[in-house]
């Protein structure tokens, strides 16, 4: 997992679980399972190489919303578990940094989305002049969204209360991991294209720009799958978060100047006093995606150990974070 700033059950049961689990990397993926194993029981050490608040998840908006992310068939599943329980979150926001806070989806049409829609309160199609900017159609909702270096911190508080520790340590080889725990789990984002190896994990690189909010108190976005510029903003303590960029395998963590003017430009045809807000920084993460959408999956390593996969999350990892953890726990023991 990488990010870049500018101005800104094993053996087959569970018995063997419960003498240790480590969790490979600690962006929200990492950080909410190594959390739901915790809260079963398991003794949880965390692995990373970049501290909490350097990870890619550190970047991210984020606002929930299953978006570029695969396969279609699974992700309702764990996008929907993962509402409810930022539903929850948004009880203590200061705490938890998960808001729920009103806003549009442009260019996009419900019947065009999957049958998890259905079960998002109050998502509503809009008439054509309630739509803002130069789009005829959309979406509102009330969605979660997440200050993430408050959120990222909670998941390690969480944990670490539940027993489980943090630690700063790059790995080159998951029996390193295997060596150490009779489970290892998988959730190095990016760095499993090398760890696993897995050639179908590609870098998706997004690009924001914070800048003083002028009274923006709603959420914004216009953003195809498909291409590689999309317009948003969210409203965060603090700030107000422009974006933004879905370069495909571009690893450039340098932001770029004329990108991040286009951001802005983008965003202000919708809310025009954006135009001359003053910026406070830039941001510049790489989403890891994967050709063949998430990977959740175990394997028994041929010590009688246990390898659960979990990776590929691309620019969602947030919106299924919950759901994705609540699946894995299960695999490691065995309910």
């Not at 969605?143 to 969480?158: E, T």
């Not at 286009?262 to 890891?288: D, F, K, Q, S, T």
Request: with cysteine.
């Amino acid at each position: 997992m990488r990010t870049g700033t500018g101005t800104g059950k094993a053996g087959g049961g569970s018995a063997g679980a419960a003498a240790g689990v480590v969790v490979v990397g600690a962006g929200v993926v990492g950080l909410t399972t190594a959390v739901r194993l915790a809260e079963r029981g398991l003794r949880v050490r965390v692995w990373t190489r970049d501290p909490v608040a350097e990870t890619t998840s550190a970047v991210a908006g984020a606002l929930w919303w299953p978006y570029r992310i695969e396969p279609e068939g699974r992700v309702g599943a764990w996008s929907l578990a993962s509402l409810r329980v930022y539903g929850e979150l948004a009880a203590d926001p200061v705490a938890t940094g998960v808001r729920l806070v009103p806003g549009v989806h442009a260019d996009t049409v419900r019947d065009g989305l999957g049958d998890w829609a259905k079960e998002v309160d109050g998502l509503r199609q809009l008439p054509e002049d309630e739509v803002p900017g130069p789009y005829r159609v959309g979406l509102a909702a009330r969605l979660p969204l997440i200050d993430m270096p408050v959120h990222l911190a909670w998941l390690r508080g969480r944990l670490e209360k539940l027993g489980g520790v943090v630690e700063h340590r790059a790995v080159t080889d998951l029996a390193e991991a295997a060596s150490e725990a009779p489970v290892v789990v998988n959730c190095a984002g990016l760095g499993a294209r090398d760890l696993v190896p897995d050639g179908g994990v590609r870098a998706v690189r997004g690009q924001l720009v914070l800048v003083e909010n002028p009274g923006v108190e709603t959420w914004f976005t216009a953003a195809s799958g498909t291409s590689s510029e999309t317009t948003y903003f969210f409203p965060q303590p603090g700030r107000l978060v422009l974006g933004g960029t879905a370069q495909e395998d571009d690893e450039s963590l340098d932001p770029d100047p004329a990108t991040a003017a286009a951001i802005v430009a983008r965003c202000a045809r919708i809310r025009p006093e954006i135009a001359g807000a003053r910026v406070l920084g830039h941001r510049v993460g790489l989403r890891p995606a994967r050709d063949a959408g998430v990977r959740l999956a175990r394997e028994l390593r041929p010590d009688g150990g246990l390898l659960v996969h979990h990776y590929g999350h691309g620019g969602a990892g947030v919106t299924v974070a919950w759901g994705c953890a609540e699946e894995v726990a299960g695999l490691v023991t065995g309910d």
